[in-house]
């Protein structure tokens, strides 16, 4: 060291990539980067050449064929359901719900299947670089330590519905043991929580008038799914003479909380008041296309300022928790629907995959973009292989040509929970033996 050189600072991590990909500035691809990392947070984003005199990390890891991403976050699914993966395909959504998945939850759901499947799903979702999911489903408590125990950030639903089931007998019951859930895992660091009530086809104006309330009282997201078929909408200009987003507005629901899921048939109109009550929209394209629920106006609604995140839905409806297919098909159906090739580019497919889902959630202070200060949450690609050679543009690569079998390493709160494909932690090694035994009781 030269007379008068201040000595390295010390440093938990430091992670070297050949490419790094921060998202926020937009559109920006930094070459030969390092990402500094103290107590979990990003403390420094700079040169590799710089890093290398600046700093002295206890571990360093160096990715030369890699983009480095912010984690992708799915701001929509339901994680139990992993273990119904496949178990009814290629019926109508209300066939689908009706006849086969509410009755197979009326038989199977419990606080073991909730923990069982949704461990399942968050290890599928760390492997395809996803270190936030939000989530609804029954028994949060059960669903929160599943992704606790893997290590992996999530927003944990607190459901509602009008009718009982084996998780709670009526609406207030549903919401007390969803408040009770999120009391007592409120200091979870990785854990964040939303108010779910399922649909406005299954939920009251009371109840919705109670959740509105308490969201304010608690400063939760409100996540639903809202208007996802055309039946629906019809149904409700049938039963309330409102269709279902000018009930929820009427209601008081439509401000910046608002995470409609699908958001598939909307006017002009609609989108503009989503717009001005500064709400989000979780996209779903998969799920749209497998259920045949249809094209959702995302051009449209990009167009006017909505945030709009990315989800995969359940496993049961899709089947795959699979972000980097989503961005891949949001980003194609974007052009095939405005007839526009330039309508959501690369680099806005992974903005969707990424900061809008954080945004949705309130969590863009902590996650959604490689910045000094955030949660040291991030997926390593590689870009090595035959497939994702040559590489002109990395963010390209990462929307049209590679997938999640090519993510390597992810971290959350600075936590490496994959490292080279496989899963770190005891709690993810048995878990082909869990799902056999599932599926033997589903298939009963």
């Not at 691809?29 to 990392?37: A, E, K, S």
């Not at 109508?92 to 719900?97: F, I, K």
């Not at 799920?287 to 167009?303: D, I, Q, T």
């Amino acid at each position: 060291m030269a007379p008068g050189t201040p000595p390295p600072e010390p440093a938990d991590l430091a992670i070297e990539a050949r490419w790094v990909v921060p998202v926020e500035p937009a559109g920006v691809v930094l070459d030969d980067h390092t990402v500094i990392v103290r107590a979990g947070r990003i403390t420094a984003l700079l040169p590799t050449a710089e890093a290398t005199v600046r700093y002295a990390p206890a571990e360093q890891v160096r990715l030369p064929d890699h983009v480095l991403a912010p984690g992708l976050v799915n701001l929509h699914t339901h994680a139990a359901m992993a273990l119904m993966r496949g178990l009814a395909d290629d019926l109508p959504l209300m066939t689908w719900l009706k006849e086969h998945i509410w009755p197979a939850e009326a038989c199977h759901a419990s606080r073991e299947m909730v923990y069982d499947g949704t461990l399942l799903a968050a290890a599928e979702m760390l492997r395809g670089g996803v270190t936030c999911a939000n989530d609804m489903y029954f028994f949060p408590e059960a669903a929160g330590q599943a992704f606790l125990d893997l290590g992996m950030r999530a927003a944990i639903g607190l459901i509602a519905v009008e009718f009982p089931t084996v998780y709670a007998s009526d609406p207030d019951d549903y919401l007390a043991k969803g408040i009770a859930a999120r009391d007592a895992m409120r200091d979870q660091t990785r854990l964040s929580f939303c108010f779910a009530p399922h649909a406005p086809y299954t939920v009251s104006d009371r109840t919705f008038g109670r959740i509105g309330t308490m969201a304010e009282e608690l400063d939760l997201p409100i996540h639903i799914h809202l208007h996802e078929t055309a039946d629906e909408v019809q149904e409700s200009v049938a039963s309330h003479s409102l269709r279902p987003i000018q009930r929820l507005d009427a209601l008081g629901l439509v401000s910046p909380r608002l995470i409609a899921v699908h958001a598939v048939h909307l006017t002009g109109g609609e989108i503009e008041l989503l717009a001005r009550h500064g709400c989000s929209v979780a996209h779903c394209p998969s799920s749209n296309l497998k259920l045949a629920s249809g094209f959702a106006p995302v051009p449209a609604l990009l167009e006017a300022g909505v945030n709009v995140g990315l989800g995969t839905d359940g496993a049961a409806s899709n089947n795959r928790l699979d972000v980097f297919q989503e961005m891949r098909t949001a980003a194609l159906l974007a052009k095939a629907v405005s007839g526009n090739p330039e309508t959501m580019p690369a680099h806005a497919a992974l903005h969707a995959a990424t900061l809008a889902g954080a945004r949705a959630l309130g969590l863009d202070r902590h996650i959604g973009s490689i910045e000094v200060g955030k949660s040291a949450d991030l997926c390593a690609v590689s870009l090595g292989s035959l497939e994702t050679r040559p590489c002109y543009d990395p963010v390209s690569h990462l929307v049209y040509a590679a997938g999640r079998e090519h993510v390597t390493d992810v971290w959350v709160e600075g936590n490496r929970v994959l490292h080279d494909r496989e899963l770190l932690g005891a709690v993810g090694r048995d878990l082909e033996k869990t799902a056999l035994l599932w599926q033997n009781c589903f298939g009963k």
